[in-house]
């Protein structure tokens, strides 16, 4: 059961061209090129070390590509430094939980909600105000934690929180910087059955007003939420489109996904 | 500057590097590899100096005090890495950096209650003590070139070492990354001590090479570490290669800042650190 | 407020209130105390100035540096060069000026060794102040390695710093300052970033964070706050010489820092005293059997410090921290 929707505009919020990384004489992303469409969630599928991690990564700025291009929201983002591409609209979660383990679950939400309320670190009037009077900052940090499901355990170190509710708390700080374009590792990694659930209802609504990429194993979660496919080996891309014609496309079911794909419903 | 002039502050340029080389290569090694501070590393250096000295003066030989101060500051090293260092390798750099300066203290007194806190010197040995003549009033001394010559097949030992053999190969993968190696069957903690080991054996090897040039006195130690650390931040942390190319170039902007701009001469190493750091904020040469 | 517990940012209130009274003691001391000892305290809460600044890039930030000192020694300098040798400086010209040498200082070093992590960071701290050092140890025109004389403590026209009474609370009023200064800045949007690259840089970056930028302002700031005390100590002591930016200085600090409990200020003020404490007591240990224990107190401080690390990790105020949660109901 695949849900296809159309692109809510012409253009991607974000397009990726060619995009290639080498370390030394592998290239663990070769060539790569990937669009995001607001209203759209866009998998990327593909076996261990097929390079989707670093693909996400590349596209986040935590690494520095070798060659290739991204722009986001119409502005040429490449070589980019991790924040500014935040900045600009981006956001992505990490598929190992990547939190401020000694922190409260709400001052973790809290901080990343901060990032957008954020002018120079050298103004004074940073240093003397305090950070928990910040309205704006609070009431996006709670939206944030509303839409992960959060609110019950607010109070909780995050580092003591289960693994579950980590993962939650994962996705609640990217929704915090209030991004247009959602880059998710992994989001339902060691999740249980309901939780998974919620999870995917979450991306459900968070679709109408975002660009995502969704790096996933989850069979299931992947044909019900996934608007476009890639499937990604070896850093190529070997198939790319609407998922139906992926699953169906030979070279695919041969390389990867075999009988697994076939039994999907 | 005059040719003959340009020549033997070349060489004395090249002898300090090498001499240097020799500190910030175990320094280096022992960061890059076990991922250890070490502040109380040019305390092994001022050990060297101290066993030079007392072991020359018990034996009356320069080469027996080496040999003999060789082995049991190996052995010194050793037993500090299993006793103390091995436990610190998984803290902070902060506990490490506490640690380690504590040691400066015990080291110093150690060293105030075991030979006391007057200068000395060390005779260079007859066979050594001659200069070479390159005009009618300048000559060369032979113990500087000796000392370079001592620093190079050191360092070229180091290169073989790493680059050539089974233990180097292993050294290197233990760097590279240490569960993996340890999966392997490699024994890690061996690795660890020898390389431990290796660090304080070319510190002390360092000091004693270093003595009769430099003499022997407190607080030997401290000077001569800042410059280590500056030569490894330029080369890059865990980069043997990087610390020889490093080393080199300290002592090339020191020895000559020294003569053509004595005003600035002390600055100068510091001016080239910030330039690197500007440029290259993880050395010359990254692990 | 949730307010997250880590690092000793907030402490159980009865030891709030031991702490409110340990201060009052403080104010109290001149009417009890010598001359010698009123001066002996001065010392130590400009020592506390220093650590708290320290704690604000250690504790606060995460950042190791072992070059703070060349902060505390250049604004002692500046006091030095604007005393003239006859007659006192204005107070209020020469304390803002040293304490902007301090920050200026501390700005330009800290653009090029921000950009370092770890090890780095740590060693690059040092070698810089390291050259500092050097600077004014190598030359006369600087003082020299004799160090420069204040002849006259600064003039603050509406009270005498000659007098050791005035001078003590005139010291008291900077600590409070400092220390009330720095406890909203630990909870300000500024604070709390810093926090926040304390224990997860990467993800501060990834969220949005000019880390960089909040870094080199940490730096600038703990080197400001580092003159302060560095004006006060010339200030105090008449004297100032270039061990006074030297590595054992940055050294003593860290471990001032270390000794108290870092993270919340009121620990960096502990550990200066008991620091200062605990020399005094090593420097005078008596003979025994022959053996002078005092005159190789470096023996005994090198002993205590990798005591310390090994035993102690969270500082004294850690321990006070948690002998006084368990006669409590969690906050």
């Given at each position: 059961?695949?849900?296809?929707?159309?692109?809510?505009?012409?253009?991607?919020?974000?397009?990726?061209?060619?995009?290639?990384?080498?370390?030394?004489?592998?290239?663990?992303?070769?060539?790569?090129?990937?669009?995001?469409?607001?209203?759209?969630?866009?998998?990327?599928?593909?076996?261990?070390?097929?390079?989707?991690?670093?693909?996400?990564?590349?596209?986040?700025?935590?690494?520095?590509?070798?060659?290739?291009?991204?722009?986001?929201?119409?502005?040429?983002?490449?070589?980019?430094?991790?924040?500014?591409?935040?900045?600009?609209?981006?956001?992505?979660?990490?598929?190992?939980?990547?939190?401020?383990?000694?922190?409260?679950?709400?001052?973790?939400?809290?901080?990343?909600?901060?990032?957008?309320?954020?002018?120079?670190?050298?103004?004074?009037?940073?240093?003397?105000?305090?950070?928990?009077?910040?309205?704006?900052?609070?009431?996006?940090?709670?939206?944030?934690?509303?839409?992960?499901?959060?609110?019950?355990?607010?109070?909780?170190?995050?580092?003591?929180?289960?693994?579950g509710?980590?993962r939650q708390?994962?996705?609640?700080?990217?929704?915090?910087?209030?991004?247009?374009?959602?880059?998710?590792?992994e989001p339902l990694a060691g999740m249980g059955s309901a939780e998974a659930e919620s999870m995917v209802q979450l991306l459900?609504?968070?679709?109408?007003?975002?660009?995502?990429?969704?790096?996933e194993h989850d069979?299931d979660a992947i044909?019900t939420l996934?608007?476009?496919?890639?499937?990604?080996?070896?850093?190529?891309?070997?198939?790319?489109?609407?998922?139906?014609?992926?699953?169906?496309?030979?070279?695919?079911?041969?390389?990867?996904?075999?009988?697994?794909?076939?039994?999907?419903? | 500057?005059?040719?003959?002039?340009?020549?033997?502050?070349?060489?004395?340029?090249?002898?300090?590097?090498?001499?240097?080389?020799?500190?910030?290569?175990?320094?280096?090694?022992?960061?890059?590899?076990?991922?250890?501070?070490?502040?109380?590393?040019?305390?092994?250096?001022?050990?060297?100096?101290?066993?030079?000295?007392?072991?020359?003066?018990?034996?009356?030989?320069?080469?027996?005090?080496?040999?003999?101060?060789?082995?049991?500051?190996?052995?010194?090293?050793?037993?500090?890495?299993?006793?103390?260092?091995?436990?610190?390798?998984?803290?902070?750099?902060?506990?490490?950096?506490?640690?380690?300066?504590?040691?400066?203290?015990?080291?110093?007194?150690?060293?105030?209650?075991?030979?006391?806190?007057?200068?000395?010197?060390?005779?260079?040995?007859?066979?050594?003590?001659?200069?070479?003549?390159?005009?009618?009033?300048?000559?060369?001394?032979?113990?500087?070139?000796?000392?370079?010559?001592?620093?190079?097949?050191?360092?070229?030992?180091?290169?073989?070492?790493?680059?050539?053999?089974?233990?180097?190969?292993?050294?290197?993968?233990?760097?590279?990354?240490?569960?993996?190696?340890?999966?392997?069957?490699?024994?890690?903690?061996?690795?660890?001590?020898?390389?431990?080991?290796?660090?304080?054996?070319?510190?002390?090897?360092?000091?004693?090479?270093?003595?009769?040039?430099?003499?022997?006195?407190?607080?030997?130690?401290?000077?001569?570490?800042?410059?280590?650390?500056?030569?490894?931040?330029?080369?890059?942390?865990?980069?043997?290669?990087?610390?020889?190319?490093?080393?080199?170039?300290?002592?090339?902007?020191?020895?000559?800042?020294?003569?053509?701009?004595?005003?600035?001469?002390?600055?100068?190493?510091?001016?080239?650190?910030?330039?690197?750091?500007?440029?290259?904020?993880?050395?010359?040469?990254?692990? | 407020?949730?307010?997250?517990?880590?690092?000793?940012?907030?402490?159980?209130?009865?030891?709030?209130?031991?702490?409110?009274?340990?201060?009052?003691?403080?104010?109290?001391?001149?009417?009890?105390?010598?001359?010698?000892?009123?001066?002996?305290?001065?010392?130590?809460?400009?020592?506390?100035?220093?650590?708290?600044?320290?704690?604000?890039?250690?504790?606060?930030?995460?950042?190791?540096?072992?070059?703070?000192?060349?902060?505390?020694?250049?604004?002692?300098?500046?006091?030095?060069?604007?005393?003239?040798?006859?007659?006192?400086?204005?107070?209020?010209?020469?304390?803002?000026?040293?304490?902007?040498?301090?920050?200026?200082?501390?700005?330009?070093?800290?653009?090029?060794?921000?950009?370092?992590?770890?090890?780095?960071?740590?060693?690059?701290?040092?070698?810089?102040?390291?050259?500092?050092?050097?600077?004014?140890?190598?030359?006369?025109?600087?003082?020299?390695?004799?160090?420069?004389?204040?002849?006259?403590?600064?003039?603050?026209?509406?009270?005498?710093?000659?007098?050791?009474?005035?001078?003590?609370?005139?010291?008291?009023?900077?600590?409070?300052?400092?220390?009330?200064?720095?406890?909203?800045?630990?909870?300000?949007?500024?604070?709390?970033?810093?926090?926040?690259?304390?224990?997860?840089?990467?993800?501060?970056?990834?969220?949005?964070?000019?880390?960089?930028?909040?870094?080199?302002?940490?730096?600038?700031?703990?080197?400001?706050?580092?003159?302060?005390?560095?004006?006060?100590?010339?200030?105090?002591?008449?004297?100032?010489?270039?061990?006074?930016?030297?590595?054992?200085?940055?050294?003593?600090?860290?471990?001032?820092?270390?000794?108290?409990?870092?993270?919340?200020?009121?620990?960096?003020?502990?550990?200066?005293?008991?620091?200062?404490?605990?020399?005094?007591?090593?420097?005078?240990?008596?003979?025994?059997?022959?053996?002078?224990?005092?005159?190789?107190?470096?023996?005994?401080?090198?002993?205590?410090?990798?005591?310390?690390?090994?035993?102690?990790?969270?500082?004294?105020?850690?321990?006070?921290?948690?002998?006084?949660?368990?006669?409590?109901?969690?906050?």
């Amino acid at each position: 059961m695949s849900n296809t929707a159309s692109p809510r505009s012409e253009i991607p919020l974000l397009s990726a061209r060619d995009l290639t990384k080498r370390f030394g004489g592998l290239a663990a992303v070769n060539q790569v090129s990937v669009d995001l469409w607001l209203g759209q969630i866009h998998a990327v599928i593909g076996p261990n070390g097929a390079g989707k991690s670093t693909l996400t990564n590349l596209l986040s700025g935590d690494l520095p590509a070798t060659s290739g291009t991204v722009v986001l929201r119409g502005q040429d983002i490449s070589g980019w430094p991790p924040e500014k591409i935040s900045s600009h609209g981006l956001g992505r979660s990490y598929q190992k939980t990547n939190i401020f383990r000694s922190f409260s679950v709400w001052e973790n939400v809290r901080l990343a909600a901060q990032s957008r309320s954020q002018p120079s670190a050298f103004n004074p009037l940073q240093w003397w105000r305090s950070a928990f009077n910040m309205h704006e900052v609070n009431e996006r940090a709670e939206r944030a934690m509303e839409l992960a499901g959060l609110h019950k355990r607010r109070h909780h170190v995050a580092g003591e929180a289960s693994h579950g509710e980590q993962r939650q708390l994962e996705i609640a700080m990217t929704l915090a910087t209030e991004p247009s374009v959602l880059l998710l590792d992994e989001p339902l990694a060691g999740m249980g059955s309901a939780e998974a659930e919620s999870m995917v209802q979450l991306l459900l609504r968070l679709k109408k007003d975002h660009a995502i990429m969704l790096v996933e194993h989850d069979m299931d979660a992947i044909f019900t939420l996934s608007d476009r496919l890639t499937v990604m080996v070896n850093g190529q891309v070997i198939a790319s489109g609407w998922p139906a014609e992926v699953r169906a496309d030979k070279g695919v079911q041969a390389a990867y996904l075999g009988d697994e794909l076939s039994e999907a419903h | 500057m005059d040719i003959v002039n340009f020549l033997i502050q070349l060489l004395n340029s090249m002898q300090y590097g090498l001499l240097l080389f020799m500190l910030a290569a175990g320094l280096t090694l022992i960061f890059g590899i076990m991922g250890v501070v070490n502040l109380a590393h040019g305390s092994f250096y001022m050990l060297g100096a101290y066993l030079a000295w007392s072991l020359a003066s018990l034996t009356g030989s320069f080469a027996l005090a080496i040999l003999v101060g060789t082995i049991l500051s190996v052995l010194f090293g050793l037993l500090l890495e299993w006793l103390l260092f091995r436990h610190f390798y998984q803290r902070d750099h902060l506990d490490q950096v506490l640690l380690t300066f504590g040691l400066i203290y015990v080291f110093e007194e150690m060293r105030s209650i075991l030979w006391g806190d007057d200068v000395h010197g060390v005779a260079i040995p007859d066979l050594l003590s001659a200069s070479i003549p390159l005009t009618d009033t300048l000559s060369y001394p032979v113990y500087r070139l000796f000392m370079s010559a001592v620093c190079l097949v050191l360092a070229l030992g180091l290169y073989l070492l790493i680059s050539k053999t089974k233990l180097g190969m292993k050294i290197r993968a233990g760097a590279f990354n240490h569960e993996m190696t340890q999966a392997l069957g490699v024994n890690i903690k061996l690795i660890h001590a020898v390389v431990f080991a290796l660090g304080v054996g070319l510190a002390t090897v360092a000091g004693m090479v270093a003595a009769p040039v430099s003499s022997v006195y407190p607080n030997m130690g401290s000077q001569v570490l800042i410059m280590c650390f500056v030569v490894v931040v330029i080369g890059g942390i865990g980069s043997v290669k990087g610390a020889l190319v490093a080393a080199l170039l300290v002592g090339l902007v020191d020895t000559f800042g020294k003569v053509l701009l004595p005003q600035v001469a002390g600055m100068l190493v510091y001016v080239l650190m910030a330039a690197v750091l500007l440029f290259k904020p993880e050395g010359l040469f990254k692990h | 407020m949730s307010a997250p517990q880590s690092h000793l940012e907030t402490l159980p209130r009865s030891l709030n209130v031991l702490l409110a009274l340990c201060f009052l003691a403080l104010l109290l001391f001149p009417f009890v105390g010598t001359d010698f000892y009123v001066q002996m305290v001065s010392r130590m809460m400009i020592l506390a100035i220093f650590a708290m600044s320290l704690d604000l890039l250690q504790g606060v930030t995460g950042l190791v540096s072992l070059g703070h000192a060349a902060y505390f020694g250049v604004a002692g300098y500046a006091l030095a060069f604007l005393t003239p040798a006859g007659e006192p400086i204005s107070l209020y010209t020469s304390l803002p000026l040293a304490v902007a040498a301090s920050a200026l200082l501390a700005l330009m070093i800290g653009f090029l060794v921000v950009r370092t992590h770890g090890i780095y960071f740590i060693m690059v701290t040092m070698a810089f102040a390291q050259m500092v050092f050097y600077l004014f140890f190598d030359n006369k025109a600087l003082g020299g390695s004799d160090g420069i004389y204040i002849n006259f403590k600064p003039d603050a026209k509406l009270f005498n710093l000659e007098n050791k009474h005035v001078f003590y609370y005139f010291t008291i009023a900077c600590l409070l300052a400092v220390y009330i200064f720095l406890r909203r800045l630990l909870w300000s949007p500024f604070g709390r970033a810093l926090a926040g690259i304390r224990v997860n840089e990467h993800r501060m970056r990834a969220l949005g964070f000019d880390t960089f930028a909040h870094k080199l302002c940490a730096f600038t700031l703990a080197g400001a706050l580092a003159g302060l005390a560095g004006y006060l100590w010339g200030a105090q002591t008449g004297y100032i010489n270039p061990e006074l930016m030297g590595f054992h200085m940055s050294a003593h600090a860290i471990m001032m820092v270390i000794l108290g409990g870092m993270g919340h200020f009121a620990g960096a003020i502990i550990g200066a005293f008991s620091f200062e404490y605990v020399l005094h007591v090593f420097k005078d240990l008596p003979e025994v059997a022959g053996f002078n224990l005092g005159k190789h107190w470096q023996l005994w401080m090198g002993l205590f410090i990798v005591a310390l690390v090994v035993f102690a990790p969270r500082g004294i105020l850690g321990l006070l921290a948690k002998i006084f949660k368990s006669n409590e109901d969690a906050p």
